[in-house]
């Protein structure tokens, strides 16, 4: 007989990160932000979970916010396996989602162009979600969940508790009229509870299987907060 144990079966998380490179018509240079993808790799990591990475267009996506003075971005950046791995990002057609027990979403500016017209990837998260998986995202990566919808017809987020980057941060680095939309905004218009601190305050949001992060300072307590839903 097999011996049951507490650990899930699925031990796979699955991070989204952008491939638009370019802040509008500005000229000046984005992509995902680094450190929103390596502190939650970190606790996920410790926490025995592998991580993968799929682009709206796969292959090497663009980073921004590369300071490797920060020494978690540092061992991420130097991890030949995952350095790898996140240079040669899948394709949302590469992705089986039964694999992965939680889809996040990493946030840089780009997030706010790609990832949310992206409906191979919306498909993906919806997937995850219905089997029972976590959907997750911090700062600009909620742009990727505005357009999910549940095969009940409704959105993702609609009726929850979410947050993300605020209309009051956005206007401090004074993308507010660069951005496609503001993603507070969005998020109300799209049914969401909306919910925010005030700048560059670590605030995350878990709502069920819903977890949203509003800033940069808030991504490793997204990655903590994956793990404790994924282990209760």
């Given at each position: ?9 699925v ?18 240079k984005?992509g ?6 390596s ?15 799929v ?21 991420f ?36 162009w ?8 919306a ?5 995850i ?37 605020s209309?009051?941060?956005?206007e ?27 700048p560059?305050?670590?605030h ?21 907060a994956?793990?404790?839903v994924?282990?209760?």
């Amino acid at each position: 007989m097999e011996q049951k144990t507490d650990t899930p079966a699925v031990k796979k998380i699955l991070f989204v990160v952008t491939s638009h490179d370019t802040k509008g018509s500005t000229g000046e240079k984005t992509g995902y932000y680094l450190g929103e993808v390596s502190h939650p790799w970190e606790v996920l990591t410790e926490a025995g979970y592998e991580v993968d990475f799929v682009s709206p267009k796969g292959g090497n996506p663009p980073v921004d916010g590369f300071d490797l003075k920060d020494s978690v971005n540092r061992k991420f950046w130097e991890d030949t396996v995952y350095h790898h791995k996140i240079s040669n990002s899948l394709k949302p057609a590469d992705v089986r989602p039964a694999d992965y027990a939680a889809i996040y979403f990493a946030g840089g500016h780009g997030a706010m162009w790609d990832l949310p017209g992206d409906t191979a990837i919306a498909k993906l998260a919806a997937t995850i979600y219905e089997q029972n998986g976590i959907v997750a995202a911090v700062c600009h990566g909620p742009a990727g969940l505005v357009n999910i919808k549940l095969s009940s017809g409704g959105y993702l987020v609609s009726g929850k508790k979410v947050n993300g980057f605020s209309n009051e941060e956005e206007e401090i680095v004074k993308l507010t009229k660069v951005v496609p939309f503001l993603l507070e905004d969005k998020l109300k218009e799209r049914g969401g509870i909306y919910e925010k601190s005030t700048p560059w305050q670590i605030h995350v949001t878990t709502d069920g299987r819903l977890i949203t992060g509003q800033n940069p300072q808030s991504a490793k307590s997204v990655g903590e907060a994956i793990v404790k839903v994924l282990e209760n």
